[in-house]
Structures are given as structure tokens and as C-alpha cells.
């Protein structure tokens, strides 16, 4: 027995096994049947020459077998890779050579793609076919029936030991270049993601099975809207089945489908990525009618949460305790706010820091926690052991600083009066005009807090006279005609001028990862292909140039 994620889940097993463990669409298993599916699917891969340290890919949308997949891997000392399932030939050939995979369990639809890559990845042996209604064939390459695997092996847990040593790794995107792999070791990541330390407190949880007993008095039913292949759905997944808490699925993210399961399943815990999630949720829910009584809280992690959709969440739901989480697939959580009605929705992410989190200057040393104090946010403890196959970027964010091994991960806060942070953003995207440092999470707070503005992006673009200067990308609401000037005007009462936009493109929809993550790059682009719009307010908001919306790119 070991801090290792299989074991985890076994102990709530044992704690509950009659209780709802999964919910997905029109199907649900118990914690017994859980542990039953993934037993079988893990003695089929063993039967394959799966065994410690191999890598098996998932390649699906929510569901019950994206998750009984993973545990499979994880009960053979092996390491499940999530697969991105909008990736593209070009990007699915990188990830399944660079991930080392030896197996892969795919949704039925990828068929197409998984038969033109495989090909060109020898080492990749095996292959498990979940059905979905799809009929696209997979026989080409011999792929094995999902249930048909299941049906021909043992449900029995005979296993061999485990270590809280095991490894993990959680492909990630980022903003720019290929995905990388965060290698972690399954303590680490569950001290760091999967509550093996209370968040709010700090406190150690003490062994292994704490989680599962204090799961037996009860439990609350927890819904993570992000899909699996996203480290926020994952762990949001496993903290909760480590407590024996019933999970409910979508299968993709759709606002009103998310309402209806609250709904029928009597959710209590709504868990999203930001305002790529909040923004429709709030407006499907006022559309639709839905009894989300049960409701309780919801927790808003790894992106953008702006004020003024939290103070929507809290006109709309009074009694909500709103969080908002910070943190990221390198980092684990690194600090968690309490979101309070009529807070200045300027602002950024306001939260309190972890234990093991800082602010870290330009020298690496620890910025003493005085007011108006900016640094990157740095954790130190349960870190990853680095990126997957690729020592050199990993040497860019992990770090050993007078003896303590870090990860630095590129966000930058600043120390408020009270001893809060606010989180400013990524420094990678901050904009450098005329010599003040503008963070874009800032400004889009700002601009999203506009009526008339459903979503946007804050870029650089660049300024003969200021050497950048501040631009965006913007989605009206539906229905709704955006006035620029009135926009301008909007925003210079929340922000500083020299933080406002001085060109603006409009487009019908922002660019974001499945996740809702922004995508900059996409933004760039964006700029680059397309004209700005022509504002009538001051000066300074129209640019109206296309040569330096050409030069964006």
C-alpha cells in the first residue's frame, strides 16, 4: 500500500462500493463496478506486455471508460497519457512518439486518425476501440473491442505492490509549440492536485486511507465541466472518488447539458475553467429554467475568472460559496480566494497562497510579502520532476534556489496590503508599452466586465513610438452591437490609460483550448489576417492601420 493514486481509489472502494461512483450521459457505476472494469481492462493490457512504466494513451471525450482506462493503467504501475482529441495528424504523430506510447484506448470516431498515424508509430502495439455510435472502421489495424476486452478477463484485484513513487504525466499545451509531458510522482501530484494537503489550511493529510473513511459519513456530488484530457477534470475526478464523492460527466462541454445533469443528479459542486465556462453557464442557465437548488459551491481553476461574471454567479446564486483557484499543470495549486458580492471586478484573481508558494525576483530570491511587492509566483515541495522527454525546457521552469528545488512556471502576482496576492498573469504574454509592464488577464478582466462583451484576448502588437502597444481581440454577445467608444470609455474606469487598448479587432468567436484556456497565438494570427475595426471615441483607441495589423503576426 502506497500514496499512489490506484491505491487511493481502492481504498474508497472499499469504504463505499455500493455507492454511485460515476455518472456519465445515461449511465452510471457503482464504486465496486469501477474498480471491476478497470480490473479487467487492466489484466487485458498485462495480456499485451503492459506493465510498469508503459505508456497508454486515452484518446476520448468524457467518459465512464476514459476514466476506467486510467485507473487501469495506474493499478499496472503504468502511466496513462491524455490525447488531445482535437489534435490533428501532424500533432497526434508528435504526441503518441514523443509520449512513448505502447498502447492506446480511443473512442470509435478517432478511428480514421488513429489508422492514418499508426503507421508511423511502430512502437504502438495495441489498440482498445470504445464504442460510441460511430461506425468508422477499425478493423485495419486490429483494434480490440472495448467491452469485448473487458468480457474475457478477470475482475479480480490481484496486483503487485505499487509506490507513491510511480509516475504520472499530464501532457499539457501550454500557449506556444507542442504539448509537453509534466512528470510527476503520484505523491507529489496528489499532495499538490489531489488533496493530500488541505487547501484552505495547509494541513498533511495524515495516511492513505484518511480520505476514503472520512468519505463513509458522506459524501457531495461534484461535477467537473472540463473534459478529462485536462489536468483540472482529472484531479477534480480523482480528489473526489478519493473521498468516495460521486462524479457526473458530460461528454463535451455544453452549458445547457451541464444544467440539465445538476439537475437531475443533485449536484453540489460545479468545477469550471474560467470564463470560457462561466460566461455560457450563467447565460444557459437564466434560458433554461433549471432547478440547480442543490448547488453549493463552484470552484473556478487554471484560467481566467473575471469579477464581474463571479458577481453574476453571486447575483444569480446568493448562498454560492464561489472560489477561485490558481495554479497550473507544472505547478499544482499554488492559492485559493473566496469570491465576496460587490468586489472590485477590475481586478485580478485575488487569492490566498498555499504554503509552499512565493513570489520569487528577477535574481530568484524570495520577495518579502510587503504591499504593492511583484514577483513570479514559484512553489517549492511536491514540484514535478520536469517535462517528459525533454530536459532542456524543463531546466526553464524547474529550478534549485539555496537547496530548495522549485517550479517556476511564468506567472507574475503582487502582495496586497492584507497579505493576499493578485494574480497579474502570464509574463510571457505581458505587454511591454512604452516601458510599463500591462498583464493581459488584467485588461481582459476588464473589458469582459463591459455588458455588450462576451469574450476577449489581450495582445501585443507592434508601436513605432512605444514599442508595443496594448491591442485585443473581442467577442460581442449574441445579438448585441459593440460600441468601441463607449467600450473605451468602459474600460479607462477600470484600468490605468496606458492598459487600454489602442486597437481592437472584432471577431464571432474567441480562440480557446478545449479546456477553455486562452490561445494567443490564435490571437496573433487573428490580428495579423484581418483589419481593425475603426473606433470614434479618443485618439488613442484607433489604430485603423492594416500594415500594423499586418506586423501583429
Known amino acids: 500500500m502506497a500514496l499512489n493514486i490506484a491505491d487511493l481509489?481502492?481504498?474508497?472502494?472499499?469504504?463505499?462500493?455500493?455507492?454511485?461512483?460515476?455518472?456519465?450521459?445515461?449511465?452510471?457505476?457503482?464504486?465496486?463496478?469501477?474498480?471491476?472494469?478497470?480490473?479487467?481492462?487492466?489484466?487485458?493490457?498485462?495480456?499485451?506486455?503492459?506493465?510498469?512504466?508503459?505508456?497508454?494513451?486515452?484518446?476520448?471525450?468524457n467518459s465512464i471508460e476514459a476514466l476506467e482506462a486510467m485507473i487501469a493503467a495506474y493499478k499496472l504501475r503504468a502511466i496513462a497519457i491524455n490525447v488531445n482529441y482535437r489534435y490533428v495528424h501532424s500533432e497526434l504523430k508528435y504526441l503518441f512518439g514523443n509520449a512513448d506510447l505502447v498502447a492506446l484506448v480511443h473512442e470509435r470516431r478517432y478511428a480514421d486518425k488513429v489508422a492514418a498515424v499508426l503507421p508511423e508509430c511502430p512502437e504502438l502495439e495495441h489498440v482498445v476501440v470504445v464504442e460510441d455510435g460511430s461506425?468508422?472502421?477499425?478493423?485495419?489495424?486490429?483494434?480490440?473491442?472495448?467491452?469485448?476486452?473487458?468480457?474475457?478477463?478477470?475482475?479480480?484485484?490481484?496486483?503487485?505492490?505499487?509506490?507513491?513513487?510511480?509516475?504520472?504525466?499530464?501532457?499539457?499545451?501550454?500557449?506556444?509549440?507542442?504539448?509537453?509531458?509534466?512528470l510527476w510522482r503520484h505523491e507529489d501530484i496528489w499532495r499538490a492536485l489531489g488533496g493530500g494537503i488541505n487547501f484552505v489550511t495547509g494541513e498533511y493529510v495524515k495516511d492513505e486511507w484518511q480520505l476514503a473513511e472520512e468519505g463513509k459519513?458522506?459524501?457531495?456530488?461534484?461535477?467537473?465541466?472540463?473534459?478529462?484530457?485536462?489536468?483540472?477534470?482529472?484531479?477534480?475526478?480523482f480528489?473526489?472518488?478519493?473521498?468516495?464523492?460521486?462524479?457526473?460527466?458530460?461528454?463535451?462541454?455544453?452549458?445547457?447539458?451541464?444544467?440539465?445533469?445538476?439537475?437531475?443528479?443533485?449536484?453540489?459542486?460545479?468545477?469550471?475553467?474560467?470564463?470560457?465556462?462561466?460566461?455560457?453557464?450563467?447565460?444557459?442557465?437564466?434560458?433554461?429554467?433549471?432547478?440547480?437548488?442543490?448547488?453549493?459551491?463552484?470552484?473556478?481553476?487554471?484560467?481566467l475568472f473575471s469579477q464581474s461574471v463571479k458577481q453574476e454567479f453571486l447575483e444569480t446564486f446568493p448562498n454560492l460559496v464561489v472560489t477561485d483557484a490558481i495554479g497550473s499543470s507544472e505547478s499544482g495549486f499554488t492559492g485559493i480566494g473566496m469570491v465576496a458580492k460587490g468586489s472590485d471586478h477590475s481586478a485580478g484573481p485575488r487569492v490566498n497562497f498555499g504554503t509552499q508558494a512565493v513570489l520569487l525576483d528577477e535574481d530568484d530570491q524570495v520577495v518579502e510579502p510587503r504591499p504593492g511587492a511583484v514577483g513570479r509566483i514559484a512553489r517549492r515541495a511536491h514540484v514535478p520532476l520536469g517535462y517528459y522527454n525533454d530536459p532542456e525546457k524543463s531546466r526553464t521552469i524547474f529550478t534549485e534556489i539555496d537547496g530548495t528545488r522549485y517550479v517556476i512556471p511564468g506567472d507574475y502576482a503582487r502582495y496586497e496590503d492584507d497579505g493576499t496576492v493578485t494574480l497579474l498573469g502570464r509574463g510571457s504574454q505581458c505587454v511591454n508599452t512604452g516601458g510599463e509592464k500591462v498583464y493581459p488577464e488584467e485588461v481582459e478582466g476588464?473589458?469582459?466586465?463591459?455588458?455588450?462583451?462576451?469574450?476577449?484576448?489581450?495582445?501585443?502588437?507592434?508601436?513605432?513610438?512605444?514599442?508595443?502597444?496594448?491591442?485585443?481581440?473581442?467577442?460581442?454577445?449574441?445579438?448585441?452591437?459593440?460600441?468601441?467608444a463607449a467600450l473605451d470609455a468602459h474600460v479607462r474606469q477600470e484600468v490605468a490609460g496606458y492598459k487600454v487598448p489602442r486597437t481592437v479587432w472584432l471577431a464571432e468567436e474567441i480562440g480557446r483550448s478545449p479546456s477553455g484556456k486562452?490561445?494567443?497565438?490564435?490571437?496573433?494570427?487573428?490580428?495579423?489576417?484581418?483589419?481593425?475595426?475603426?473606433?470614434?471615441?479618443?485618439?488613442?483607441?484607433?489604430?485603423?492601420?492594416?500594415?500594423?495589423?499586418?506586423?501583429?503576426?
Open 9 to 61: 481509489l481502492e481504498h474508497a472502494v472499499d469504504a463505499v462500493p455500493d455507492r454511485t461512483a460515476v455518472v456519465c450521459g445515461d449511465r452510471q457505476v457503482t464504486f465496486a463496478e469501477l474498480e471491476e472494469r478497470a480490473n479487467r481492462l487492466a489484466h487485458h493490457l498485462a495480456g499485451r506486455g503492459v506493465g510498469a512504466n508503459s505508456h497508454v494513451g486515452v484518446y476520448s471525450r
Open 135 to 182: 461506425d468508422a472502421d477499425f478493423s485495419a489495424y486490429g483494434g480490440v473491442p472495448y467491452e469485448t476486452a473487458l468480457a474475457e478477463n478477470s475482475p479480480e484485484r490481484d496486483f503487485g505492490d505499487r509506490s507513491e513513487d510511480d509516475l504520472y504525466i499530464l501532457y499539457t499545451g501550454g500557449t506556444t509549440g507542442y504539448p509537453k509531458g509534466v
Open 217 to 237: 459519513a458522506g459524501s457531495l456530488v461534484r461535477l467537473p465541466a472540463a473534459p478529462l484530457i485536462h489536468g483540472a477534470a482529472q484531479w477534480a475526478a
Open 239 to 303: 480528489g473526489a472518488l478519493f473521498t468516495g464523492s460521486p462524479v457526473v460527466f458530460v461528454p463535451r462541454f455544453d452549458a445547457h447539458e451541464i444544467w440539465k445533469a445538476v439537475q437531475q443528479h443533485r449536484v453540489q459542486v460545479l468545477t469550471i475553467v474560467g470564463d470560457a465556462m462561466a460566461r455560457p453557464l450563467i447565460e444557459a442557465y437564466r434560458e433554461g429554467g433549471y432547478d440547480a437548488s442543490s448547488l453549493v459551491a463552484l470552484s473556478s481553476h487554471a484560467a
Open 446 to 484: 476588464a473589458l469582459k466586465s463591459h455588458p455588450d462583451v462576451f469574450d476577449a484576448l489581450v495582445i501585443g502588437v507592434p508601436d513605432d513610438r512605444l514599442g508595443q502597444r496594448v491591442a485585443a481581440v473581442v467577442q460581442a454577445r449574441a445579438g448585441r452591437t459593440l460600441d468601441l
Open 518 to 553: 486562452p490561445d494567443y497565438p490564435w490571437a496573433q494570427k487573428y490580428a495579423a489576417e484581418h483589419e481593425p475595426e475603426k473606433a470614434t471615441g479618443p485618439e488613442s483607441t484607433v489604430t485603423g492601420q492594416a500594415g500594423q495589423a499586418g506586423q501583429a503576426g
